[in-house]
Every structure is written in structure tokens, then in C-alpha cells.
């Protein structure tokens, strides 16, 4: 599924603050390694149904198991190994006796002291690959997963490998094993010890997935096959609110365009991205946040939520706005499945200017029948032209006002909202005041 680096931020996929990161809530990885791998599998969501359902099978065979993963293994764990890998150690024999290794120790200390503490690590790696060998391999895996545990199984047959894997937490090693063990993965297994790093770090990332999924208690969505774009959602809530009120959304190629109004704080931004984060981690194989969800495999995801200006440039706010929908349009009339995310159209602009833009554009965006559209707006004057659209649906976010206090449902109603709260919200806060006051 094609989505743009503005579509992540839009949706909260990524952020530079973690606290407002979907990726960072759900990122449970106990290694930079993983960290990456998991980071790669947020970049590159499936354009596959068959590796969708791959991933998510993988996660669902983890998730009983996510209890059982070994603590031997931790970032520094990794970090030492690494280093180790990498320092320029003084030449040792592959089987050095115990007489070789008493004058090792004494000529080469410093070395040795980097050989002791190094092979605690190694041995604790090892340790924990075969735990999780022993966890997984009576499963029934995707393919490509159960290739990774076979070229565990295949890298632990070397004697070296398993005698480390062998030893126990914290067992004092004696100087001629230290250095046995230092010689073997520095020289002859080397290139085997990378590999089984970089799939422990691949593992460690769909563990993440499977520890986010169980902890947040994410369903998997069902794909379903169907020649337009479709979503059916009950449930749905946002997984960065701590108390999220949760919809219930259907969107088909019958009705492909919501008109969402609503007044400020209503919940209108955070119904668009509750979408977009849901059918996002549908896409990588995840568990998304809704009590169960249906819908067809989309090529790509576009958003319009949070358009910048730019000053160095010389590019009024309205000017991107303008870009953006070009673009947007550009890329969602190549007949393929989209999903496509506006958030107030035309906010650059004065409310008339803004109206006859709005419009031109939903009038065009409503001939495209393979894309589903979700638009939020303050101009509900514009739902009355549009009313007899057979494929828009209208729906709102109620507002109430009791005794000067606003109050929010956060539930989907069906028509046009025509509250206007700005001027009273302006009241209550006493900026009308405090400006009578100047």
C-alpha cells in the first residue's frame, strides 16, 4: 500500500514527539536491531494479501508464547557481542590448552579481561536462541518464518555454538574456555554469529508486534475480496487516547464519501484518524484497534490533515492546500483502491473563497468511485448542495452546551452539525473580557 511521508505524520504513524507515535506506542522490541527491523515493517506496508495474512499469522502463533520469550537476551547483550566482534583482539589458538591460555592471560590482559566479559554475553545470546528455538519449533509457522528457526537449528549443530548455549546463567567459565569460545566466534563462526543477530533482531520486532497485540488487545481485520474499495469497522477507536469513545463506520463504493461536520473538539480529526491508523496497521499484518473489522486490500493511503506553509519558500498556507489536493487527485484517478483522509479543506482561505473551493473539489472527488473519502468541515452551508448525492453520507459530532459548560458524545450522528462554538468558547476562556478590559 503506497503511502507518502506527509500521510504518516498526518495519522500519527510516526512524530517527532513518541508521546503523539502510534510506531512508538506499539514499538515492545528489546534491541535497537529489532527497533529497526519493526521500523521497516511500519515503512513498507503490503500491497499483498497473502503476506498480510502471513504476518498476522506470525503474530497470532507468538502471542501465547510472548510470556515465555527469554530475558537472556537484551540491547546490551547485542551491543557487547558487536563491539566484540569488531575489537582488535590479539590472535588466539581455535583450541587453546590450559597452559596456552594461563600465559594468554598474563601477556595479554587487557584482551582477556574484553574476552571474560564478552563470552557472558555470547553464552546468555545463545542461551536465549535456543529457548526460542525450543518454543517455536513444534509450531506451525509461515514458510518464511520457519526459515529463520532452521538456520538457528542449522548454526547451533556447530560444537563451539553449543557448548555455549549449554552453559548457565552466570557459570564461571575457566580462562582456556573463555578463550575457546573467543576464538571460535571471532574466527571461525563470525559470519554465522551475524546472521543469527540479524534474525534474532527480525524476530524480536514481530514480538513486539505480538507483545502490542496482546497488551492493547488489537483484533486482526478480516481482508475480504471485492472489485471496490470497502470497510466495515465496529468498535473503532483511536489507539492514542487513553479513553477513546469507539464508532461504528461502514464505507462502500454505494456510499464512498463521508461529509463529517462537527463544531471544535468534537472529535471530527480524531474520527479521520482512527481510520487511517486502523486500515495503516491492517496493512503491515497488525492488530488493529476495533472490536472486529472487514475490509478490502487498499493500493494506497492519502491524507490532507496537517498542510504547512512555507516561508523559505515563499508558499502560502493556501498555496500547499492547493498542492495537496493536486496531488491527490493526480494520484487517485489511476482506478486502483484508495483511501483518502481531508481534514477542513481551504482553512487558508476566507469562508467564501473556501465554500466555492470546497465544493468544486467534493464534486469532482465524488466521480471517483475507487476511493472512499472521509472530509470534515466547518462550511455545513455546503452539505445542502450536496444532499442530493446519492453516494455521500452525512454524518455529525453532536455538541451540547449545559449551564455554560460544553459537553462532547463523541458519537456519530447522522446529518449536518451547525453548531458554532468559536465565539462562545472565546467567552467562556474570558478573552472577551480581558480584550474589554484594553
Known amino acids: 500500500m503506497h503511502i507518502d511521508d506527509v500521510s504518516f505524520n498526518d495519522i500519527s504513524i510516526f512524530h517527532a514527539e513518541e508521546k503523539f507515535s502510534i510506531f512508538h506506542k506499539l514499538n515492545f522490541t528489546r534491541t535497537e536491531g529489532g527497533k529497526f527491523w519493526l521500523k521497516q515493517f511500519f515503512t513498507t506496508p503490503f ?86 528455538f525450543e518454543i517455536l519449533s513444534g509450531l506451525e509457522l509461515p514458510a518464511n518464518f520457519k526459515l ?16 555455549l548455549a549449554q552453559t548457565k546463567k552466570d557459570e564461571p567459565l575457566p580462562v582456556h574456555k573463555n578463550l575457546y569460545f573467543a576464538a571460535n566466534v571471532r574466527g571461525n563462526y563470525k559470519r554465522n554469529i551475524h546472521e543469527l543477530m540479524d534474525i534474532y533482531y527480525k524476530l524480536d520486532a514481530w514480538y513486539s508486534m505480538a507483545v502490542a497485540v496482546k497488551k492493547f488487545n488489537l483484533s486482526f481485520p478480516e481482508f475480504i475480496e471485492n472489485p471496490s474499495p470497502r470497510v466495515e469497522a465496529k468498535g473503532l477507536y483511536h489507539l492514542l487516547l487513553s479513553e477513546p469513545v ?16 462537527g463544531a471544535n473538539m468534537a472529535g471530527k480529526s480524531t474520527l479521520i484518524k482512527s481510520v487511517g491508523g486502523a486500515v495503516f496497521l491492517a496493512h503491515i499484518g497488525m492488530g488493529v484497534p476495533a472490536r472486529e473489522m472487514k475490509l478490502t486490500k487498499f493500493d494506497g493511503l492519502i491524507s490532507n490533515i496537517n498542510v504547512m506553509d512555507n516561508i523559505a519558500k515563499g508558499e502560502s498556507f493556501f498555496y500547499n492546500e492547493v498542492q495537496r489536493i493536486k496531488n491527490t487527485i493526480e494520484k487517485i484517478t489511476d482506478g486502483k483502491k484508495w483511501l483518502v483522509l481531508i481534514d ?30 472521509i472530509l470534515s468541515t466547518h462550511l455545513y452551508e455546503i452539505g445542502e448542495e450536496l444532499k442530493d448525492e446519492p453516494n455521500i453520507t452525512f454524518r455529525y459530532f453532536e455538541t451540547m452546551v449545559i449551564d455554560d459548560i460544553l459537553s462532547f458524545s463523541y458519537q456519530l450522528k447522522e446529518g449536518i452539525s451547525k453548531d458554532r462554538l468559536g465565539y462562545f468558547i472565546l467567552k467562556r476562556e474570558k478573552v472577551v473580557e480581558l480584550l474589554e478590559k484594553l
Open 344 to 373: 477542513e479543506l481551504f482553512k487558508g482561505t476566507n469562508i467564501q473563497d473556501a465554500m466555492k473551493c470546497s465544493l468544486s473539489v467534493i464534486k469532482g472527488l465524488i466521480k471517483v468511485k475507487t476511493a472512499l473519502f
Open 246 to 261: 469507539p464508532y461504528d463506520l461502514e464505507m462502500n463504493q454505494n456510499h464512498n464519501f463521508l461529509f463529517l461536520t
Open 47 to 132: 500491497d499483498d494479501v497473502q503476506k498480510i495474512k502471513a504476518t498476522q499469522d506470525i503474530i497470532k502463533k507468538l502471542l501465547p508464547e510472548a510470556e515465555e520469550w527469554p530475558e537472556e537476551i537484551s540491547n546490551g547483550t547485542m551491543m557487547v557481542m558487536n563491539k566484540f566482534l569488531d575489537y582488535a583482539l590479539d590472535t588466539i589458538g581455535d583450541n587453546p590448552s590450559s597452559v596456552d591460555a594461563f600465559f594468554y592471560r598474563i601477556f595479554h590482559h587487557v584482551d582477556y579481561a574484553m574476552v571474560k566479559f564478552s563470552m557472558k554475553h555470547f553464552a546468555d545470546f545463545f542461551r536465549g536462541l535456543k529457548k526460542i
Open 148 to 163: 529463520y528457526l532452521e538456520r538457528i537449528e542449522f548454526h547451533l549443530r556447530v560444537p563451539a555454538l553449543v557448548k
